[in-house]
């Protein structure tokens, strides 16, 4: 088992940038990725990073904007550029055991940290 902590998260104004790390417990082996949740809506997939082969995926909204990167074996960051009030939310890290996914779907993910808010001011 896993445990996740995430970090960064804040109150920022449009246009700024935030960086949100995610610190595993042992993160070797395992797909790593970030989801949101907004006031009164379900979680949503932003992006998602390979154990296997470092590659990653995003949801359209935040393509061009949000990067994911592994910093160390245990560190997964989530560089947010371009902040819009939309993206307001708070923002969970999550591991998947499958290391060579970079899945969209939440029900894959076994392991997730407690979020962290992120507050987009316009």
């Known amino acids: 088992q896993v445990q996740l902590v995430e970090s960064g998260g804040g109150l920022v104004q449009a246009g700024d940038s935030l960086r949100l790390s995610c610190v595993a417990s042992?993160?070797?082996?395992?797909?790593m990725a970030w989801f949101r949740q907004a006031p009164g809506k379900g979680r949503d997939f932003v992006a998602g990073l390979s154990w296997t082969t470092g590659r990653t995926s995003y949801a359209d909204s935040v393509k061009g904007r949000f990067t994911i990167s592994r910093s160390n074996t245990n560190t997964v960051d989530l560089q947010m550029t371009s902040l819009k009030p939309e993206d307001t939310a708070i923002y969970y890290c999550a591991a998947d055991r499958s290391g060579w996914r970079t899945s969209g779907t939440e029900t894959l993910y076994a392991y997730w940290g407690q979020g962290t808010q992120v507050t987009v001011s316009s």
């Open positions: 042992d993160g070797r082996g395992y797909a």
